[in-house]
């Protein structure tokens, strides 16, 4: 069936595209306004989209024309953040945070989680995270009258050390950091447990097929 977006509504227009753009990792991010208050808000329009540079990305839908949420209005003065990932262990915590508190509230507080000092950023990392990246501000784009599209280059990435299977070569036990994935409605996620392996076909093979 065809949907053409010039002739559906927003709300409509999202609904099919986190209905269908799944499972999509979540950026739990943390900021930290000029005046010290900390905030954390979960977003699941996330994903790194470059290596090298090392770049991540996420929407921030806001609440109304030019509002941006407290998360895009302390980027924008501060121009840093900490995007932390979320695992099966934290999913409660990750959703209590979502809850829209008012401005100075402290979301990690009430979901009773705690912070590690960043080594690069201003802003807490949080330690019941398994991956949490530090970030700065490379550019906000606003795409609507109340979205915006933050890019933010890598600066240091902080791994668990029982998830790490060589530091040296930078192996990660994936798998071990059970993390989760946003999927469609208003409540419903992945866990990434179901997994199958299908390693990439080289050219010469594919040309000796038979």
Same mark, same amino acid.
């Given at each position: 069936m065809l949907f053409e977006t010039d002739k559906l509504s927003a709300q409509d227009t999202y609904k099919l595209l986190v209905s269908t753009v799944v499972p999509r990792p979540i950026a739990w991010v943390v900021t930290q306004d000029i =005046? /010290?208050?900390? %905030?954390? &808000?979960?977003?699941?329009?996330? %994903?790194?989209?470059? /290596?090298?540079?090392?770049?991540?990305?996420? /929407?921030? +839908? +806001?609440?109304? @024309?030019g509002d941006a949420k407290d998360t895009g209005n302390i980027i924008r003065r501060t121009g840093q953040f900490v995007v932390n990932l979320v695992n099966n262990a934290t999913a409660e915590a990750m959703n209590i945070t979502a809850i829209d508190f008012p401005l100075g509230v402290n979301e990690l507080k009430e979901a009773g989680l705690t912070t590690l000092p960043s080594v690069k950023v201003k802003p807490p990392r949080i330690a019941e995270s398994p991956v949490s990246f530090e970030c700065e501000r490379l550019v906000i784009i606003d795409v609507g009258i109340d979205r915006s599209v933050v890019l933010g280059r890598v600066v240091a990435i902080h791994i668990a050390d029982d998830c790490v299977l060589d530091p040296a070569k930078c192996y990660v036990d994936t798998p071990k950091l059970d993390?989760? +994935?946003?999927?469609? +409605?208003? /409540?419903?996620? &992945?866990?990434?447990? =179901? *997994?199958?392996?299908? @390693?990439?076909?080289?050219?010469?093979?594919?040309?000796? *097929?038979?």
């Open positions: =005046d /010290g208050t900390i %905030n954390a &808000a979960p977003f699941s329009f996330f %994903n790194a989209v470059s /290596g090298n540079p090392p770049i991540v990305t996420f /929407g921030i +839908g +806001g609440r109304g @024309p993390l989760i +994935g946003r999927m469609h +409605g208003s /409540g419903w996620y &992945a866990r990434t447990t =179901d *997994r199958f392996e299908m @390693p990439r076909i080289e050219l010469d093979k594919w040309k000796r *097929r038979t």
